[in-house]
Every structure is written in C-alpha cells, then in structure tokens.
T-cell receptor, first 115, second 116 residues
Framework: AQSVSQHNHHVILSEAASLELGCNYS??????LFWYVQYPGQHLQLLLKYFSGDPLVKGIKGFEAEFIKSKFSFNLRKPSVQWSDTAEYFCAVNQGYSSASKIIFGSGTRLSIRP | GAVVSQHPSWVICKSGTSVKIECRSLDFQATTMFWYRQFPKQSLMLMATSNEGSKATYEQGVEKDKFLINHASLTLSTLTVTSAHPEDSSFYIC????????????FGPGTRLTVL
C-alpha cells in the first residue's frame, strides 16, 4: 500500500532561515506528488505539484520541491522563510496513471517561524 | 478559479441526530469529489470517493451506512452523518477535481462537527 512519511513533525525556524521539509513515499509505480499548506484557520491550498518533466518544481510563495526518484523523496525547500510561512505542510501522493485518483497524505509538518 | 465551498462551516448537534454537510464546486464541474476527516493535529484521512451519478467508494473501515454520500450533480456532493455520536466529532473536508484540472484536487474550507 502507498504511504507517505514526513519525518519532521514540528520545525521551528527564525525569519530568513532556509527551510527543507522531508517527504518520502513508498510506491514503485508512476506517481504524482503534491505539497499542500494549511495556514491557521484556513483550508488546504496547493503549493506545488509534480507530474512529470523537470524534477525541480517551483510553486507559489517562493517554495520549490525536488523529486528524486531513486530516493523516493520529494522534499520541500524555501531559501528564506517569513513569519507568514507559519502553517502546517502536507506532502501527498497519488498514482500517476489515474487522474483524480485518491491522494494519500503524510502526517504533516508544523512550521513555526519566530519573528 | 477552482473554488470549493462547504456548508455549514460548523455545526453542533445532539447525539443520535443526523447532520448533512454540503460541498460545492463554484466555478467548475467536479466529476469526482472526495470526503476526508481530519482529527486535531493530524493528517487528512480519506473517507470516500464519489463520482457524479455513481455510488461512492468507501475506504476500509468507514461505515457507508453511517456516512451517506450523495453526488447528484457535477457541482454538489453531500455527506450525511447519520445517528451522530460524540466520537464522530471531527473536521470534515471535501475536495473536488474535474475537467478544469483532472489531476489536482481543490479543497473546501472544512466543516467542524461537534456532537454533544
């Protein structure tokens, strides 16, 4: 069965620090990969997604993620975080051959940014 | 574009009553809608997948007679929690995907259900 692992449950950084959130998945076939963000009191929003092509994906708000197939990883990065990046971040995967197939979410990483 | 709404945003009900939650895609046709449950400080757990005009597909462990899902049109899906009990208290979130972007789900704001 597919699974998604986010090893960092809570990350605390100061403003301007660099960010990397880990995400690993277990599935041998073609996958689509996503990062979603949930700001306090708000609904899930799509940060970025990878379906195919360039493994380095750029998303909104300065975030990017790199798909490394050999490592089954899709880590999220941002060179310089802001206080407004405080949120819960979820990595997710679905099977690439099926559009609109179900998404499996990781357990989430809570990011706290100190002003 | 790709806006999904849910109604109500929060509801409190007595144990034993039924509660209906609506999920609407406002600016696109949602051929597939998904219902999730999120416990505090936890991830989203998929409950069921529904395609317009078809019966919903429930995940293992989800009682289909308790969580009734209807997807009668391309813009509306409903989740009815029947005979609700305190353990059903949770945050219920729907998502939708459709012709606009078939490989991406767009999420609603969620509905907070509290069963007394």
């Amino acid at each position: 069965a597919q699974s998604v692992s986010q090893h960092n449950h809570h990350v605390i950084l100061s403003e301007a620090a660099s960010l990397e959130l880990g995400c690993n998945y277990s599935y041998g076939g073609t996958v689509n990969l996503f990062w979603y963000v949930q700001y306090p009191g708000q609904h899930l929003q799509l940060l970025l997604k990878y379906f195919s092509g360039d493994p380095l994906v750029k998303g909104i708000k300065g975030f990017e993620a790199e798909f490394i197939k050999s490592k089954f990883s899709f880590n999220l990065r941002k060179p310089s975080v802001q206080w407004s990046d405080t949120a819960e971040y979820f990595c997710a995967v679905n099977q690439g051959y099926s559009s609109a197939s179900k998404i499996i979410f990781g357990s989430g990483t809570r990011l706290s940014i100190r002003p | 574009g790709a806006v999904v709404s849910q109604h109500p945003s929060w509801v409190i009900c007595k144990s034993g009553t039924s509660v209906k939650i609506e999920c609407r895609s406002l600016d696109f046709q949602a051929t597939t809608m998904f219902w999730y449950r999120q416990f505090p400080k936890q991830s989203l757990m998929l409950m069921a997948t529904s395609n317009e005009g078809s019966k919903a597909t429930y995940e293992q462990g989800v009682e289909k007679d308790k969580f009734l899902i209807n997807h009668a049109s391309l813009t509306l899906s409903t989740l009815t929690v029947t005979s609700a009990h305190p353990e059903d208290s949770s945050f219920y979130i729907c998502s939708a995907s459709g012709a606009l972007d078939t490989d991406t789900q767009y999420f609603g704001p969620g509905t907070r259900l509290t069963v007394l």
